[in-house]
């Protein structure tokens, strides 16, 4: 038996899967779905984000957004519900000449690596997005980048979960039960203990005092806003007074302003200042959602690492698995997430899942079906390097070598061994 | 038996009065307390407004300021509720050196009229009040402006109802009942009729489609947030960016920031726009206010009229009378209000009320006794003239003089019979 530490996306995620390999599962959390989840806007972009990370992290995104259109189907399929998911791509505006030069910068190194970008003037930035801001000079075009409703993510694994029988219980874990110098279970904050062969914690920035993991609460502050009719067609990003401000549309009209990174420990208040630099950002790079209603403002708290990595994998500690620290990539990678940890755990590469034929597990990005795992070494893949690089076909890089390698390699990048302390 | 339209801070206010008088009366409203006096301010500030507003507004201001210590007094009585009245004045502050030739011509006008008032240098400004940001370059202190928390106010009033036995119906009033010529009640959305010797409307701006009243919507969009300890000591005013500004304080250490206002008609959505230039302004007066938490916004829509000043009164319809078309200043001018149509129904001056004796009557501004009618044609007392200007006693200009005269006059300024067109 498994007990899952966490009822965000990353933890129910885990259990699904879990769940669906036939194997006994428990998830455990006061509120599922209420934590970082909940305040997350739900960009799958590792594309537009790389300028922000590191390699490895664009590694891990690339590989988790190749997973997301069956993840996505599979998911819609069992629970009933959708999910919001849209790959249309994300946009990189700049307004000044060093923004240009950033992105510019970005746009090679994304080339290099064979992952797909288009380079546009400010006029065609403005043909795909006519709301956004006469001072937009330039930008970056990610085609392949998508995004999703964590809310209705969450909401959909709680059904699927539901469905499957798999208990969800509400309640606080006060701690880990350790026995014989290997860890056996959770004791609740009524005191009952839960025993398992193996308990992953997925807590996020919970996951420091439970397992003494090296993750601190990255504040971030979101806002809602009601449109009547969508305002974007795709993501926006940019720069605006040195902070990155994005805006993600959704279906329903609603557009999803995010976010700050404030480093402040436990705290979760919505502030005057974070919400003013939002609104400020915001209406620099699209004026016109000066006239939107505000429907939702929420912090929430992201599990950052030293290292900007997460924390996936066994530790030290017979008995005790980490899933955490996804810092702002909780939702991108919590698909990839559960195949490392099934992989690690049984042995399933993630493959396809009785009950959802390829052409249910293909979503909009056109990949995802079986023979989709993830090239080896780098970005490339031999039979994409010579053909055109912005066919909107995103990271064919990925669609040649074996699923079971390439998900080992990733494993190495985000294993908590790195961090000795661990336990 | 009255039938009063509309539960808010004035309709209550008359309905309260009105019982106390001992005659009957009901009032109608489907949310009382929940439409512009939930979203107010509550700035009694007649003194600091007159620089937006005319002459005869001022003085329906600062009559009804003088009657604000004893209303207060006797309603907490018998409400048993607090109110968070405070007298310790509002600083309007300047940036720039138009700002202050604004506040300087302001200080004139006002030391013409005997009206309390002191010059501030910046410095002398943040000594008052050190959250202010150091770009203040001075301000004009009116002491004895006060404030009051509305929603405590309508609370209040609620509770001094019920304890009197006053019927509040919870219900829309689709239409007035007329019969020969004359209002004679109302009939409900639900098709119940109340018939009424005298119907008052104090609808706000639903006044406009019920009795045909030239009020139009003035929306106005308001932030509270929250606070550990207070930031200001007084009420702080300021031009940023060409709006007014205010920053209220609560003695709970909420901080109430308003208002925006716009003329959209019969909107209430809290938009990103309204919610920015509030954050934006706020901060220029006081950088602190970054730092606290958001606790509320609302929209309310306040009713505006041609000439800025209520309808106040009876009208040309036998059985109709007006409380409406407060604008800004229903809070403010609630108790004279009820003073004006008490004295025009039944001769009631507003004088003492038996059960609350003149210490119990006298608040923290240090008028509002029997004795302190205003006097009749001017601001200025012949006892006041050569005294100190700014001796912190406000208002002494209204001491003298009776009443009833006071009241004839004031009753004239703001008598519905100065639209033709109405009932």
Chains 1, 2 share one sequence.
């Not at 259109?69 to 998911?85: H, K, R, V």
């Not at 995004?147 to 701690?175: H, I, K, N, Q, Y």
Request: hydrophobic share 40%.
């Amino acid at each position: 038996m498994d007990v899952i530490v966490g009822g965000g996306v990353v933890g129910l995620s885990l259990a699904w899967r879990t769940a669906r390999a036939g194997l006994a599962v428990t998830v455990v959390d006061p509120a599922p779905g209420s934590g970082a989840s909940h305040a997350a806007a739900g960009m799958l972009a590792p594309v537009s984000e790389v300028a922000y990370t590191e390699g490895p992290l664009l590694r891990l995104g690339v590989a988790s957004l190749s997973r997301w259109p069956a993840f996505a189907a599979e998911l819609a399929a069992e629970s009933g519900l959708e999910l919001d998911l849209r790959a249309d791509g994300t946009l990189d505006v700049a307004f000044g000449a060093d923004d240009l030069a950033v992105l510019d910068e970005l746009a090679t190194y994304m080339e290099k690596l064979d992952l797909p970008v288009e380079r546009l003037t400010g006029r065609q930035c403005r043909r795909l997005e006519p709301m956004l801001a006469p001072s937009v000079r330039g930008g970056l075009l990610a085609p392949g980048d998508a995004w999703v409703d964590p809310r209705r993510v969450t909401a959909a694994l709680l059904a699927a979960l539901e469905r499957l029988g798999v208990p969800v219980v509400r309640a606080r874990v006060r701690e880990l039960l350790r026995s014989g110098g290997r860890v056996a279970g959770v004791r609740l904050e009524d005191g009952g203990r839960l025993p398992a062969d193996r308990v992953v914690v997925a807590a996020g920035v919970s996951s420091a005092e439970l397992a003494g993991v090296p993750v601190r609460p990255v504040k971030g502050q979101i806002m809602r806003l009601r449109s009547p009719r969508p305002l974007l067609s795709r993501c926006v990003r940019g720069t605006v007074h040195g902070t990155p401000v994005y805006l993600v549309p959704r279906g329903d009209g609603e557009l999803v302003v995010g976010a700050t990174q404030e480093e402040l420990g436990f705290d979760t208040r919505v502030t005057a200042g974070g919400l003013y630099e939002l609104l400020r950002d915001a209406r620099e790079l699209v004026p016109g959602v000066t006239e939107l209603e505000l429907s939702d403002v929420v912090a929430g708290l992201r599990p950052g690492t030293p290292d900007n990595l997460p924390l996936i994998g066994p530790t030290g500690t017979p008995g005790l698995t980490l899933a955490t620290g996804h810092f702002r990539a909780g939702v991108l990678l919590a698909p990839l997430t559960a195949d490392l940890l099934m992989a690690e755990h049984v042995g399933d590469d993630g493959g396809p899942v009785e009950g959802a034929g390829p052409e249910e597990r293909a979503g909009p990005m056109g990949v995802g079906g079986p023979g989709d795992g993830g090239g080896p070494g780098d970005f490339r893949s031999p039979g994409d390097g010579g053909g055109p690089r912005n066919d909107r076909g995103p990271h064919k890089g990925l669609r040649d070598g074996g699923r079971r390698t390439e998900l080992r390699e990733l494993a190495v990048l985000c294993s908590p061994e790195r961090f000795r302390e661990i336990s």
